[in-house]
C-alpha cells in the first residue's frame, strides 16, 4: 500500500500541510522529496494573484524537466517553477534575482476578488515574455490541504510588506 506523502508549510509559527501529486507527477515528488527541507525568505509574486514563491539558489538548487498537466493554477496549487533570466521582461523594479536563470516552489493560498483596489488580482498572462532559449517548466506537483489556516493565510499577507522566512518540510506522523 503505497503512503501518501506530504509536506508541512511554516511562516512564523504558522503552519498548512500539502499533499504531493505523486500519481500525477512522481519525478517531481522524488526530486522536491530528496532536497527536503527548503528555507529560505519567501516573496509575493504581486502580479500573479495570492502566490507565495521561494527562490531555491545555492544547495537548494534543482532543474526539473515538465512533468504533468499544464495549465492555469487554482487555490492551494503547490507548484515548482523554472524560469529564464526573465519572465516578465526588463521590469527595472524587481530584485536582481529575477535576471537571472532560476527555479522556485511557489504556492497560491488564496482567490481572486473582483475588486481592481485588491493587490490579490488576475494573473495577466499577456504580459510575460517568455525567453526563447528557457522554456518556462511549472509542475503542479501538491495541492495545500483545505481549509488552510486562517493564520498561516495571514501570514502569508503579510508577506506583501515584506520577506519573512518560509520552511518547507516533510510531515511525518
Known amino acids: 500500500m503505497n503512503m501518501v506523502r506530504r509536506i508541512e508549510f511554516e ?17 517531481a515528488c522524488d526530486a ?19 502566490e507565495i ?7 537548494m538548487y534543482l532543474e526539473l524537466e515538465q512533468e504533468g498537466p499544464r495549465g492555469m493554477f487554482v ?18 523594479d524587481y ?19 473582483d475588486s481592481p483596489e485588491d493587490p490579490g488580482r488576475e494573473m495577466d498572462t499577456d504580459q510575460w515574455e517568455l525567453q526563447p532559449e528557457m522554456p518556462k517548466v511549472i509542475i503542479f506537483f501538491a495541492h495545500l490541504i483545505r481549509p488552510i489556516p486562517r ?15 518560509l520552511t518547507i518540510r516533510r510531515y511525518e506522523e
Open 11 to 27: 511562516i512564523e509559527d504558522a503552519k498548512a500541510l500539502a499533499v504531493m501529486h505523486d500519481d500525477l507527477t512522481p519525478k
Open 32 to 50: 522536491i522529496w530528496d532536497k527536503l527541507p527548503l528555507e529560505g525568505p519567501a516573496i509575493m509574486a504581486k502580479w500573479a494573484c495570492r
Open 53 to 59: 514563491m521561494l527562490h531555491l539558489t545555492g544547495d
Open 75 to 92: 487555490e492551494g496549487d503547490v507548484g515548482y517553477a523554472l524560469r529564464g533570466r526573465t519572465l516578465l521582461g526588463p521590469q527595472k
Open 95 to 113: 530584485d536582481p534575482e529575477f535576471h537571472r536563470k532560476l527555479c522556485e516552489i511557489i504556492f497560491f493560498y488564496g482567490l481572486t476578488t
Open 151 to 165: 493564520d498561516f493565510y495571514l501570514k502569508c499577507e503579510s508577506i506583501r510588506h515584506g520577506r519573512k522566512k
